[in-house]
């Protein structure tokens, strides 16, 4: 299950009008492996065999639930330091975030360059963009070496930008591969910044796990495995990395078992999904389905499990939030929409009257 890929999607007329995640990088740093891996469930090994992007690919990643955004895959070559050849206000100004693709097996004073350029043509474009860096290609560096990278290129990145005269600029650093989760949850932290009803999420997330005895709770798009919100505690790393191999588990289960097929309104997953995974480590994985887009994975302790009644409950009251969310948010663009669309049919009144 995946999202359609670029051709089979019709453009949406509101497209424009959508937050905008530009993928940019040196040529090779793995920004088109990453689009394919996280939307289209390429499998990691196969992304040796892609080819070079020599055009912008723009791709409207929308599904059911809070993920509505559009992905620009840019090529290598593309700085955006030429503004008689880039129209800049209309790359960049709209709401959405910037993904600097560093290849950490590679030279990164050249990498380093360019994020200088780019950002800084962005910045004096759109101050409210999100600016991430993913440090990719991780899984070739020893451990050791990991934090010293992120310090050099986070400390240098910051201090060319400020001689570049950008300051305030917030850089967001994350440590990525495609061979692991790491590309998940990084991609998950900056949808995360792109979702409107996120405090609400949040604040609906952490109620249920303190009333119900959970250790953490994560809402997950289940085709892309990012997770739109979490509640406020802490868990190790590798429950999360536990709980995006339960939502694949789970899926091709679902596909073999249930009653639909590989598409992703008419799959197996729907409101009788569910999974349960106990843990040696005395934690139980609970995996609920919220719609056929979204699922709640929570992490509990064996005795607070016990209280699954309680757990069952308060999951219901968390399903019917979630959607009530998702239906105001679904009413509040038709709104839109129609007030876009009078406004439209007017300015051609007023073309008209100016004719006669
Ligand atoms: N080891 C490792 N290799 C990766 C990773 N991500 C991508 N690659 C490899 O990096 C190479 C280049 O990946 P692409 O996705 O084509 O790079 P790109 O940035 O889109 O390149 P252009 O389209 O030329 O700008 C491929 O051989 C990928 O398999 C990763 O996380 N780890």
Known sequence: MAYPSPSDVPVAENMDSQPRILLLGLRSSGKSSIQKVVFHKMPPGDTMN???????????????????????????????SDSSLYDLDYIFG?????????????DCNEALRMLNRVFTN????????????????????????????????????????KESGIHGLHLSIHLTSIY?????EAFSK?????????????????????????????LFDIVSKIYIATDVNQVENELYELCCDMIDVTLDISCVYGE???????????????????????????????????????????????????????FG??????????????NLEKLKNNSAAVEDANGDDDLSNNVC
């Open 190 to 218: 900056v949808v995360q910044k792109l979702v409107k009803s996120l405090s609400v999420l949040e604040n609906m997330l952490t109620m249920f796990s303190n009333n119900s005895g959970v250790d953490k709770v994560f």
């Open 94 to 106: 709209t709401r959405g975030a910037l993904i600097f693709v560093i290849d950490a097996q590679d």
């Open 260 to 314: 639909g097929d590989d598409d992703v309104e008419n799959s197996g997953f729907d409101h009788e999904s569910g999974a349960l995974i106990r843990l040696n480590t005395n934690f139980v994985l609970y995996l609920r389905e919220v719609n056929r887009h979204l699922a709640v994975v929570c992490i509990i302790s064996d005795t607070n499990f016990q209280r699954r009644g309680t757990i069952d409950y308060n």
């Open 122 to 161: 962005a910045y004096n474009v759109n101050k409210n963009l999100k600016f991430e860096v993913f440090i990719h290609k991780i899984d070739g560096i020893p451990e050791d070496q990991k934090l010293e990278l992120q310090r050099y290129i986070l400390y240098t990145a910051s201090e060319e930008l």
């Open 50 to 80: 892609l080819e070079s992007t020599n055009q912008i690919v723009k791709e409207d990643i929308t599904s059911g639930s809070f993920i509505q955004f559009q992905i620009w895959d840019c090529p290598g070559q593309n700085d955006f």
């Open 317 to 330: 009251i968390l399903r019917k939030k979630i959607n009530d969310i998702l239906e105001a948010n679904k």
């Open 180 to 184: 692991d989760h790491t590309i998940f």
